[in-house]
């Protein structure tokens, strides 16, 4: 059961546009929401995060968005920029507590492709 | 660098055999991660402890696959039996314990081949 879900397997876009990357979940227990970016032979590396609370998040030229409704967020990165090209993972945290806390449900990841 | 740590990098094994990995947290987190990630798939949770209790193993946890954190500081992941679907990255991460949102940091990871 892929309780986390970003449905394009890839995305390409020229420098300087945006890039907009989709993530959905089913879980409505999932009450925080991380954005992870991947680089080949490293781990995945933290770039932002919202709680269920809020609906956006910005830092820098990333901004996340969440629409609780619809169970669905998006990464937002802008001006795109050719060291942005990586994997892209959405991922979420239960609020259920006891033992799973803290532990994060992944999507199956983004291939961003920017394009000088 | 201080970073979370892992070794090996890379691992060739034949089927049957027994394979350990290394994942030395980031000093000060007290939780630790083990996830698996295979081609074309996002990280999949396998275990994690909050300092040396594990908490919580997923289902993909078979019982050839076994994980300590003796001291609460690192961590051991053993595959017994290999088996060539055991192939792929085995990711270690940790965070704080608090706040509820600290995120992972994550290691390089180690790359299973089993062949």
């Known amino acids: 059961d892929q309780q986390v879900k970003q449905n394009s397997p890839s995305l390409s876009v020229q420098e300087g546009r945006i890039s907009i990357l989709n993530c959905d979940y089913t879980?409505?227990?999932?009450?925080?929401f991380l954005w992870y970016k991947k680089y080949p032979a490293e781990g995945p590396t933290f770039l932002i995060s919202i709680s269920s609370i809020k609906d956006k998040n910005e830092d820098g030229r990333f901004t996340v968005f969440l629409n609780k409704s619809a169970k669905h967020l998006s990464l937002h990165i802008v001006p795109s920029q050719p060291g942005d090209s990586a994997v892209y993972f959405c991922a979420a945290r239960t609020n259920a507590g006891g033992t799973s806390y803290g532990k994060l449900t992944f999507g199956q990841g983004t291939i961003l492709t920017v394009h000088p | 660098d201080t970073g979370v740590s892992q070794d090996p990098r890379h691992k060739i094994t034949k089927r049957g055999q027994n394979v350990t990995f290394r994942c030395d947290p980031i000093s000060e987190h007290n939780r630790l991660y083990w996830y698996r990630q295979t081609l074309g798939q996002g990280p999949e949770f396998l275990t994690y402890f909050q300092n040396e209790a594990q908490l919580e193993k997923s289902r993909l946890l078979s019982d050839r696959f076994s994980a300590e954190r003796p001291k609460g500081s690192f961590s051991t992941l053993e595959i017994q039996r290999t088996e060539q679907g055991d192939s792929a990255m085995y990711l270690c991460?940790?965070?704080?314990?608090?706040?509820?949102?600290?995120?992972?940091?994550f290691g390089n990871g180690t790359r299973l081949t089993v062949t």
């Open positions: 879980n409505s227990m999932f009450d925080y």
């Open positions: 991460a940790s965070s704080l314990g608090v706040p509820y949102n600290s995120p992972l940091h």
